[in-house]
């Protein structure tokens, strides 16, 4: 897609559609006038109120009429002007793709008329506009399929920047929208094809592409360097289990970031088996690796002035002859043990080892998503994913990140006091909580093993996996996490 930003006349572009995002109580300001002049009288105005556009955020109309070059014309709501942020842009992006491809337009002209726009803000509406668009396509034999593509993207603005200073911006966001895809694809590919296999094989192929360097440990390795997690946690599946370790370099690098993901390629909870319900969507439990493994190869491609090193725990998680069993201890490297209870509760066993050898690198902060606790989802829903930091600073720079990037963080508390709730009376420790502040207790449960790394894990149990489409996501792997890990390190200082 060639995306364009221009001054001069909107309605003199050869296009398909025409797009005016305007805010509330703008159906009559300037803008609209001079567009309705063009098109004859105030036919575009009546249009307008005939649809009952109010400029409202998420209201988006195709309007029965035509531009000068036979255009068809749309509008999309922006909200209230005073709170339009990035994400509004984004939104707005998503709701003019929809809009596009309900009139099948490849050439897409977006007038914002006198309104000020920087860079920033096309940049968030083209993310959108593209994620909008993503489809996982691959097992429908009709319908459904992916819209129309579009070819080109025009932004007309009253004081276009200059060309060359928009490329570099273009760039950098397919990179990471490229990143998002391939999180998404991961997360929807059935269990069956995503073996962890499967998944380290291609960590492997992308990685070396996008010129990272790449480590892939099977079980003898993984048995060799005591990763007791992972070896329990993949006992009752006959798929072998894999750890992927990705590392960028940087030339000068004075800091370094650890990613961590969870791998759960499947989560049937083993022999403490889930309901048939619960276990519907529990290909997504590999959500955080997806993520991570999305955000390493834009990384790899960006490359930004930080070491970044990416540890990936992968194994299914069946019950079997040979599954770990409730009761069992499990001894880790740090020789801390741990008396499972609950197999369900495999990730917290994963990420310790994932997290230990993570922390051995001594970076400057780790960072870990996991589709970890259903008890996050029932705190914080499924748009927001639960942040827990053993460092204020670590978390505030990813809060006020998540908020540029639309992916919404809240902080909960490490209350120090709920260790309790994880002593075992067998072992140090016990892989469940007390049946209260299940995704606190969890988050405690990985504090044990980071030392005194500054670190900030996300439970990305609710927005992972969409059960509806929102602005520029459909249901399903909505790639949480990508763009907030890549602009975190794209803005941090080398
Ligand atoms: N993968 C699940 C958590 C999950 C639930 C992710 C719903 C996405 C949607 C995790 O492994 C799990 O099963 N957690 C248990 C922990 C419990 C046994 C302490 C849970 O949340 O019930
Ligand atoms: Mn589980
Ligand atoms: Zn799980």
Same mark, same amino acid.
């Given at each position: ?76 709501? $922006? %909200?209230? #002007? &005073?709170? /339009?942020?990035? @994400?509004? =842009? ?8 929809? !809009? +596009? *491809? ?103 192929? $992308? %990685?070396? #592409? &996008?010129? /990272?360097?790449? @480590?892939? =440990? ?8 005591? !990763? +007791? *997690? ?124 994932? !997290? ?139």
């Amino acid at each position: 897609m060639k995306i364009r930003v221009r001054g001069g006349e909107a309605t003199a572009i050869a296009a398909d559609v025409v797009i005016v995002p305007m805010a509330t109580g703008e159906e009559d300001g300037r803008d609209v006038r001079a567009l309705a002049r063009r098109i004859g009288g105030s036919v575009l105005k009546r249009a307008i109120a005939a649809a009952r556009f109010r400029g409202r955020e998420g209201q988006a109309n195709v309007l029965p009429l035509q531009g000068p070059r036979r255009q068809a014309m749309g509008v999309v709501g $922006l %909200g209230d #002007e &005073a709170r /339009l942020d990035h @994400e509004g =842009w984004r939104r707005a992006g998503g709701q003019s793709r929809h !809009l +596009a *491809g309900a009139v099948s337009a490849a050439r897409v002209v977006v007038a914002c008329g006198t309104r000020a726009v920087d860079p920033t803000q096309l940049a968030a509406f083209v993310e959108g506009f593209e994620l909008a668009a993503y489809r996982f396509g691959k097992y429908k034999s009709d319908g459904e399929a992916a819209p129309l593509a579009v070819t080109d993207l025009t932004f007309v603005v009253a004081e276009p920047p200059a060309e060359t200073s928009l490329e570099s911006l273009w760039r950098s966001i397919d990179a990471t929208l490229d990143g998002v895809r391939l999180a998404r694809d991961l997360v929807n590919e059935p269990a069956a094809v995503k073996t962890p296999t499967y998944l380290a094989g291609l960590a492997k192929k $992308l %990685g070396k #592409e &996008a010129g /990272l360097e790449v @480590e892939v =440990w099977e079980p003898k390795r993984i048995a060799k360097e005591n !990763l +007791a *997690g992972l070896v329990a946690v993949a006992r009752g599946s006959n798929e072998e289990p894999r750890f992927v370790q990705l590392r960028y370099r940087a030339k000068d690098a004075t800091r370094r970031v650890a990613l961590v993901g969870k791998g759960i390629t499947f989560d049937s909870g083993g022999l403490s088996l889930k309901p048939a319900k619960s276990m519907e969507t529990m290909k997504c439990d590999m959500a955080g690796a997806a993520a991570v493994l999305g955000a390493m190869i834009a990384i790899g491609r960006l490359k930004p002035p930080v070491d970044v090193d990416a540890f990936i725990p992968i194994s299914e998680n069946l019950p079997g002859g040979k599954a770990q069993k409730p009761g069992d201890v499990i001894r880790f490297r740090n020789d801390k043990t741990v008396e499972v209870l609950n197999t369900d509760a495999e990730g917290r066993l994963i990420l310790a080892d994932a !997290l230990m050898l993570a922390a051995d690198t001594k970076p400057d902060a780790i960072i870990d998503l996991a589709t970890l606790t259903g008890a996050c989802m029932v705190a914080l829903g499924t748009q927001v994913a639960g942040l827990f930091a053993n460092d204020q600073a670590l978390a505030d720079r990813l809060l006020a990140v998540a908020v540029e990037t639309g992916e919404p963080l809240w902080q909960m508390p490490l209350v120090a006091e709920y260790k309790d709730d994880i002593k075992s009376a067998v072992a140090d420790l016990k892989n469940i909580g007390g049946g209260h502040a299940g995704s606190i207790t969890a988050a405690l449960f990985l504090q044990e093993f980071v030392g005194t790394t500054p670190w900030v894990h996300l439970d990305i149990a609710g927005p992972a996996f969409l059960e509806k489409g929102l602005a520029y996501a459909p249901k399903g792997g909505s790639g949480f996490g990508v763009r907030t890990l890549v602009r975190y390190v794209m803005t941090l200082q080398g």
